[in-house]
């Protein structure tokens, strides 16, 4: 058997102020002292293990692997109360007088949900399957700030939503009210064509072939050259 040290790329900092998070929440449950296998500290360090490299191994930190999984479940959820939801993501944004936001949307893996249900043709699909990406996994939408750092994700939606209709679900009513009010346009890509107000989208190639007058070509190179940052709110959100 061959033993090893390793160090966590993180801050003791950060590692600190989940604790905090955690041990606000034990105590929002009601758990006794000295009751938990692990303290709140070691918790935020397995959940940062989990984050950083995909690894909860609970025999490193003495625990079982249910009980690694449930204190990363724990650890996940105090986190994510912490997030803004999206109106107060859209007051920010009015208040930072941001010139525009990016909407952009990706399919996150998963090889542990399937689920049969209906298409629109009658027919028997997987839930879960995303034709776009391939692969089973859920759909989420987001807004980027126009340096693409990201501001806002919504609730998952399964992988055989169209984007268009996980928009509509989640966050376009209130960016329609955002162009409406505050003259803030979204960005985004041709996949959310026909999304209304406010949001705009490039010029489709005519399909006849017809090449795009200059001004429409124009407008492309300048949305896309201003939308392409929100492809950098994923890569901080997926950690490359």
């Not at 998070?21 to 449950?29: D, V």
């Not at 997987?126 to 089973?136: C, I, N, R, V």
């Not at 162009?179 to 041709?190: E, G, V």
């Not at 949001?199 to 399909?207: G, I």
Request: proline share 4%.
């Amino acid at each position: 058997m061959i033993t090893y040290r390793a160090t966590l790329d993180v801050s003791r900092e950060l590692a600190q102020y989940i604790g905090r998070l955690l041990r606000a929440e034990r105590h929002h449950r009601g758990t006794r002292r000295h009751t938990r296998a692990l303290t709140c500290f070691r918790q935020a360090v397995l959940a940062l293990r989990w984050v950083r490299d995909g690894t909860a191994l609970g025999r490193d930190h003495g625990i079982s692997r249910a009980t690694a999984y449930r204190y990363l479940d724990e650890a996940i959820a105090v986190l994510a109360a912490q997030a803004p939801d999206l109106h107060q993501t859209l007051e920010q944004t009015t208040a930072d007088e941001l010139g525009h936001l990016i909407l952009d949307d990706k399919v996150i893996s998963s090889d542990r949900c399937a689920e049969p249900t209906t298409s629109v043709k009658g027919e028997q699909i997987d839930l879960w399957y995303s034709g776009k990406a391939h692969e089973h996994g859920g759909n989420i939408q987001a807004l980027f700030a126009p340096d693409g750092f990201p501001l806002w994700i919504s609730h998952v939606s399964p992988g055989s939503v169209h984007d268009l209709t996980a928009a509509r679900t989640h966050v376009l009513g209130a960016l329609y009210a955002l162009a409406s009010w505050h003259d803030i346009p979204t960005l985004a890509d041709s996949g959310y064509e026909g999304t209304g107000r406010g949001v705009l989208t490039p010029v489709k190639q005519p399909a006849d072939g017809t090449t795009l007058a200059p001004g429409n070509r124009t407008y492309n190179q300048l949305l896309r050259s201003l939308r392409c940052l929100g492809e950098r709110g994923f890569a901080l959100l997926t950690q490359r």
